[in-house]
C-alpha cells in the first residue's frame, strides 16, 4: 500500500472504497505445531491451502512464561474495529486479539496455515472450511460457522441488521470490504456448526490469502448483536478468540493494554501482560528499547537502525520485507509522461543505487518491477534501470520534448519504504536537472493531506510505496496499477486514464491504463496453477518494466528493535500481518 505499517499505510482504502481492487498479504515459523488442523489439501488441482502445521512459535528456548512486555511503536489510533480501519496501526492490535480462518505462517513469506478453520479447500469457484470446535472468544461464546457468516455480513451486507454504515450511529466500513469480501464473494453458507462454504464470483486465486488479512478477523456474533446499532463501539473494547484479550484503551497516556487469553486455542501465550505505548520519532523509540523502557520496537530508519547497532542492550533484526517504494509519474495530468520514452528517461536519470547505498544507507535494495523478489512472478531476468544520463538524454530528444518541468510531490516524515523522503526528493530534483528537467518538490507535512492530494490526482510526480497485505503479486500489480475500469471506457490508443473516470482505482498514482498489464492481472487472478501462475506474472512485469510508469526505487527490509530482555529465540520477524506475540517470552 502506498503507505507503511507504522501509521495508516492503508488508507487508500479508505479513500478509494470499492475501486481499490484486490488487497492480499504474507510471513519464519519459529517452532512449535501451533494448531493441530491438517490445513487445506487443495484437491482437484484447484486447490491452494496451507500445510496445517499451525502458526507461531512453541515459546521454547531460555525464556520463562509470564511478566510484561511493552512493544512502542508510532502512532495511536483510538478505534480498533478491523472492519472500520484501514491503519497498519490498528493491525498490530487487532491480529493479537482476533484470529482468522487461514493464517500466515510467521516469517514465511506468506506460507498458509490452518487458524480458525483446521481443513480448508479452494476447488473452482467454491472454498470449504472446516472448523476448530472448543474455541472459545474471550466473553466466554464458543466460536462456530454462525460467527463468521454474522462478520462476514456486518463488513458487506448492506441488508443485515447490524450492517456497518447502516445509519450514522453505527459508522461505516473501511474500504476493505469490496477488496477482501464483497468484490469476490457471492454467497456464505452455514452447513451447521463447524463447516463454511464461501462461493466465488468467479475464479479467483487470492482468497484463501484474503481470510488471512487483518480485516477478515473473525468476531464474535454476539458482541455484535449485543451493540446493535452501536456498531462504532466494538472498536473500543473489541472480543476476538486471539492470544490476548483487550483489556483498557488508555487515551490519556496513549497506550493500549492487552491481558494473557488463557483459554488460548494454541500453544502459548508466555506473557501475562502486553503494553503498545506510543513514541512518535524514530531515534527516541530507539532509545526506549535501549534503554529498557519498551521490549520491542518498529519504525526504524537509518538513524535509529545506527543506534541499534551500536548498542550493547538492544539489537537490530533484520528481514527482507514484501514491499515496494517508487516515485509514480501522472500521465493524465503532465502531458509529457504520456510518452514512453520520457518516463524511460526520467528513469534512466534517476540514480536509485544511490538512493538506496547512501540515502537509505543500505536497509534497502534497487527495485526493478512492481513485485518484490520474494513474490511469486517475481522475473529475475529484469534488471534495474542503469543510471545513464547521456541515454536519457537522447530518449527525451526522441520524444521530441526538452526544457520539461514539473512538480513532485513528497510527504516528510521517515516511512519504511522511503525512510528520507525530502533527501530522496533532492536527489531526484538534482538528478533530473542534469538532463534538463526542472523538478519543484512540493512537500506535505501531514501523510493524510498527502494521500487526499494524490489521490485526487493533483500531482505530477509523487512518492508512494506498498507494504504486502497477503504476499500475493494481485496485491501488487492489479491494486496498485490496474486503473479498475473496463477498457471500453479507455480511448483506442491511450494507455491512461482520467482519475475522475467512473470506478477509478486511485491507488493507481499514475493513471496508467496498458491493456496488455491489464489482461495479464486480470487473468492471473483466475489461474490457479502455481507455474502458469508464476509465467504470467512474470510477463506482466517486463510489461511494466518497459513501459515504465514508474521509477522503479527500492525494495526495503523490515526492520524491528528487540531489547535484551527478550528471548530472540522466541520472536519472529515477519513482513506480512505484524507482531506474532503469542511465542514471545522474556528471559529469566
Not at 501522472?330 to 547505498?357: C, G, L, W
Not at 516511512?415 to 523538478?439: E, F, H, M, W
Request: aromatic share 10%.
Amino acid at each position: 500500500m502506498p503507505f507503511d505499517s507504522d501509521t495508516s499505510r492503508r488508507s487508500f482504502l479508505t479513500a478509494a472504497g470499492g475501486a481499490a481492487a484486490a488487497a492480499m498479504a504474507g510471513c519464519l515459523d519459529s517452532g512449535g505445531s501451533g494448531g493441530n488442523g491438517s490445513g487445506g489439501n487443495g484437491s482437484g488441482g484447484n486447490g491452494s491451502g496451507g500445510n496445517g502445521s499451525g502458526g507461531g512459535g512453541n515459546g521454547g528456548g531460555g525464556g520463562q512464561s509470564g511478566g510484561t512486555l511493552t512493544y512502542a511503536r508510532g502512532d495511536y489510533p483510538s478505534n480498533y474495529d478491523p472492519h472500520q480501519s484501514t491503519s497498519g496501526e490498528v493491525a498490530k492490535i487487532t491480529d493479537q486479539v482476533y484470529s482468522h480462518l487461514i493464517a500466515f505462517v510467521p516469517g514465511s513469506g506468506g506460507k498458509l496455515t490452518a487458524g480458525l478453520a483446521k481443513d480448508y479447500e479452494l476447488n473452482g469457484t467454491t472454498v470449504t472450511l472446516k472448523l476448530r470446535q472448543g474455541v472459545k472468544f474471550h466473553n466466554g461464546e464458543e466460536f462456530t460457522a454462525d460467527d463468521f457468516k454474522a462478520t462476514y455480513r456486518r463488513f458487506v451486507d448492506d441488508s443485515y441488521q447490524y450492517y456497518l454504515g447502516k445509519d450514522a450511529v453505527s459508522g461505516e466500513p473501511s474500504g476493505y470490504a469490496s477488496v477482501t469480501y464483497s468484490d469476490w464473494i457471492k454467497s456464505v453458507t452455514v452447513n451447521g456448526d463447524y463447516d463454511l462454504e464461501i462461493e466465488l464470483k468467479q475464479k479467483y486465486a487470492p482468497i484463501l490469502r484474503n481470510l488471512g488479512m487483518f480485516p477478515s478477523a473473525v468476531l464474535s456474533k454476539k458482541q455484535i448483536e449485543e451493540l446493535g446499532k452501536k456498531q462504532n463501539q466494538l472498536g473500543k473494547n473489541p472480543v476476538g478468540t486471539g492470544p490476548f484479550t483487550f483489556e483498557e484503551l488508555d487515551d490519556g497516556n496513549q497506550r493500549v493494554l492487552l491481558g494473557k487469553n488463557d483459554d488460548y486455542w494454541k500453544d502459548g501465550p508466555y506473557l501475562d501482560r502486553v503494553i503498545f505505548t506510543t513514541i512518535g520519532q524514530n531515534s527516541t523509540r530507539a532509545q526506549a528499547v535501549i534503554n529498557g523502557d519498551a521490549q520491542i520496537i518498529d519504525g526504524i530508519g537509518a538513524q535509529a537502525s545506527k543506534q541499534l547497532q551500536n548498542s550493547d542492550s538492544a539489537s537490530l533484526l533484520q528481514k527482507d520485507g514484501i514491499n515496494i517504494g517508487y516515485m509514480a509519474m501522472n500521465m493524465e495530468r503532465y502531458e509529457p509522461f504520456r510518452k514512453k520514452k520520457v518516463r524511460q528517461a526520467v528513469s534512466h536519470a534517476i540514480n536509485t543505487k544511490a538512493i538506496v547505498d547512501d540515502i537509505y544507507e543500505g536497509f534497502a535494495s534497487q527495485a526493478d518491477q512492481p513485485l518484490p523478489p520474494n513474490v511469486t512472478g517475481y522475473n529475475d531476468s529484469i534488471d534495474p534501470y542503469s543510471n545513464d544520463k547521456e541515454k536519457a538524454k537522447k530518449l527525451l530528444e526522441e520524444a521530441g520534448e526538452s526544457e520539461l518541468s514539473f512538480e513532485l510531490a513528497t510527504f516528510s516524515n521517515p516511512r519504511g519504504y522511503n525512510p528520507s523522503p525530502v533527501q530522496t526528493a533532492q536527489q531526484v530534483k538534482s538528478d533530473l536537472s542534469d538532463i534538463g528537467i526542472s523538478v519543484k518538490i512540493n512537500q506535505f507535512s501531514t501523510f493524510s493531506s498527502y494521500l487526499e492530494y494524490t489521490y485526487a490526482g493533483k500531482h505530477d510526480a509523487c512518492f508512494l510505496g506498498w507494504y504486502t497485505d497477503n504476499a500475493d503479486p494481485d496485491n501488487f500489480d492489479y491494486v496498485l496499477l490496474h486503473p479498475g475500469v473496463d477498457k471500453s471506457e479507455i480511448p483506442e490508443g491511450q494507455d491512461w486514464v482520467s482519475f475522475d473516470t467512473e470506478g477509478y482505482n486511485t491507488n493507481n498514482a499514475s493513471g496508467w491504463a496498458n491493456r496488455k498489464f491489464m489482461d495479464l492481472t486480470e487473468k492471473g487472478q483466475k489461474t490457479y496453477g502455481e507455474s502458469e501462475r508464476k509465467s504470467i506474472y512474470q510477463e506482466a512485469s517486463k510489461v511494466a518494466h518497459e513501459e515504465a510508469p514508474w521509477v522503479f526505487v527500492d525494495y526495503a527490509k523490515t526492520l524491528r528493535g528487540v531489547n535484551q530482555a527478550v528471548d530472540q529465540s522466541t520472536f519472529t520477524v515477519t513482513s506480512i500481518n505484524n507482531p506474532y506475540l503469542e511465542s514471545v517470552k522474556l528471559k529469566q
